[in-house]
């Protein structure tokens, strides 16, 4: 096995087709011996799971209220952390242990359940993916113009309108998307989820402190049990659409199913790769519940039932500014790393799909080496060198002509939440533990699908409000 063949990790290989080197070691499946370890993919499902959107958890609290608020994000926690470690046990089937590995989300739906099931899941997880790309393009371009807006208050005042264009910010988000983009594959992503980890704790405990200490220096807030009152913030109808939003929010902000098997694809065994993926799955899920709960509760403790979307982008605190900056530049650089983690299966898909249909082609198949100094060979190859660069030139284009595709976000998020958080992972696991119909086991898990799809139906009638709303006001010719 040569060391282009080993590079290109999209290749099917299988140990039959393989000439195995005495002196590598191999995984069963024939592949290079994976080096993932609990630390890695913990990292991976952090960067995933903690986006900026933490920051927006002060504003979902306050429209549910001290009761409902943490209640919710505490069961959501529980949620994806069960539904998780269902799709721990599905990466290898039939059995968890020694069954035969699927190295994407569609792979172990077509292993356990078949049928159109599988362009079901396709579809879910792939829409998904692609509209968190551009989503992150637009979240990242924010921070950086509030960067420059924060000075541009801290210089004239809070008065000036500070009008800054977010276009310049999301060319530069795509340029240095382009050169990321051309890392091979996840197993070698593991050093940029690390600095996206670090950056994620660095900007919520920004936050967190800087509503813990506006909280300590008194303003009178209002808070209540039920969020923000009707008749005096909100009307009827607006209480009950933003609830919904603030549930869909809670709900998507703790999904990483689109990129756990892939995560889990990455990781060395012995041990099992179901077991480190549970652990894996519970710091993560663990990790990102403290940091939600701190930041919603102590976000709606400092700014009440006017809590901002986002307390960092929406200029909740002014000063010190430039703590503000370093918060936002964290956000940035998070994002980037975010980007890569979810952008990467995408990459995956198409790369395999087209070695398979054009196996003999060598614009697809040959990888280039290139010296670079200090660093040894970098391997280039020129079909994912133009693909993946017309990928990111293309969202960050979407990004530009529909800046309120966050909204959007929330209905994608809507449509694949249930899916492939909820329906596949009971399903398969259903079918792979051959769990009885009728049984106790198989109704309260039915039960549990069911109260999720709901959830998902609300939450997408909320965002389709909210995306109506903000459609309407839209002014497509002014800065953001």
Same mark, same amino acid.
């Given at each position: ?42 990292? /991976?499902? $952090? ?59 569609? &792979? ?21 993916? $692609?509209?968190?790309? $551009? ?6 371009? $924010? ?40 890392? #091979? ?56 659409? !933003? ?21 889990? &694809? ?58 503000? &900056? ?30 398979? !249909? ?14 670079? #100094? ?50 596949? #992972?009971?399903?398969? /696991? ?45 002014? #497509?010719?002014?800065?953001?």
């Amino acid at each position: 096995m040569t060391e282009l063949e080993r590079k290109s990790m999209y290749v099917e290989q299988t140990p039959e087709t393989l000439e195995i080197d005495p002196n590598k070691n191999f995984d069963d499946d024939g592949r290079v011996k994976r080096t993932g370890t609990l630390v890695t993919a913990s990292a /991976h499902i $952090i960067t995933a799971v903690i986006g900026s959107g933490v920051l927006s958890l002060a504003w979902a609290i306050s429209q549910l209220g001290w009761v409902a608020g943490p209640a919710v994000l505490v069961a959501f926690s529980f949620i994806t952390y069960f539904t998780s470690t269902l799709l721990a046990d599905s990466y290898r089937s039939p059995g968890p242990v020694h069954g035969n590995r699927n190295y994407t989300y569609m &792979d172990v739906v077509r292993s356990h359940l078949g049928g159109g099931k599988v362009q079901l899941c396709g579809l879910a997880q792939y829409g998904n993916l $692609i509209g968190v790309t $551009i989503g992150y393009t637009i979240t990242a371009s $924010i921070s950086m113009v509030a960067v420059e807006r924060s000075n541009c208050y801290h210089k004239h005042g809070h008065h000036v309108t500070c009008s800054i264009s977010n276009y310049p910010y999301m060319i530069i988000f795509a340029v240095i998307q382009i050169i990321l983009s051309q890392i #091979p594959n996840f197993h070698e992503l593991s050093w940029l989820s690390i600095v996206a980890a670090v950056m994620s704790f660095a900007y919520s405990s920004i936050g967190l402190g800087l509503s813990i200490a506006k909280v300590a220096g008194g303003g009178r807030v209002r808070t209540s049990l039920t969020g923000v009152t009707v008749g005096v913030d909100v009307s009827g109808s607006e209480k009950v659409w !933003k609830s919904f939003q603030a549930i869909g929010d809670i709900a998507f902000a703790y999904a990483y199913s689109t990129v756990l098997i892939e995560i889990q &694809d990455t990781l060395k065994s012995p041990p099992p790769e179901n077991k480190v993926m549970k652990k894996a799955s519970l710091i993560g899920v663990s990790t990102t519940t403290i940091f939600y709960l701190l930041c919603g509760c102590v976000g709606y403790a400092a700014f009440g039932n006017k809590a901002p979307g986002n307390f960092l982008t929406g200029f909740g605190f002014y000063e010190p500014f430039w703590l503000i &900056d370093f918060a936002n530049v964290c956000i940035a650089i998070h994002l980037i790393g975010a980007y890569q983690v979810f952008a990467q299966p995408i990459f995956g898909y198409v790369e395999k799909r087209c070695s398979k !249909k054009w196996p003999e082609n060598k614009f697809i198949a040959t990888e280039h080496a290139i010296d670079v #100094p200090l660093c040894g060979s970098w391997y280039i190859n020129l079909f994912r060198l133009l693909w993946r660069t017309v990928y990111v030139i293309v969202t960050a284009v979407i990004a530009m002509i529909f800046p309120f595709f966050n909204d959007f976000l929330g209905l994608i998020g809507a449509a694949s939440f249930y899916p492939l958080t909820v329906y596949f #992972p009971i399903e398969m /696991h259903i079918a792979q533990a051959k769990i009885p119909k009728y049984s106790f086991t198989w109704i309260w898990l039915k039960i549990l699908s069911w109260a999720c799809l709901i959830v998902s139906l609300v939450a997408a009638a909320g965002s389709i409000q909210g995306l109506a709303h903000d459609v309407k006001k839209y002014k #497509p010719f002014e800065t953001q």
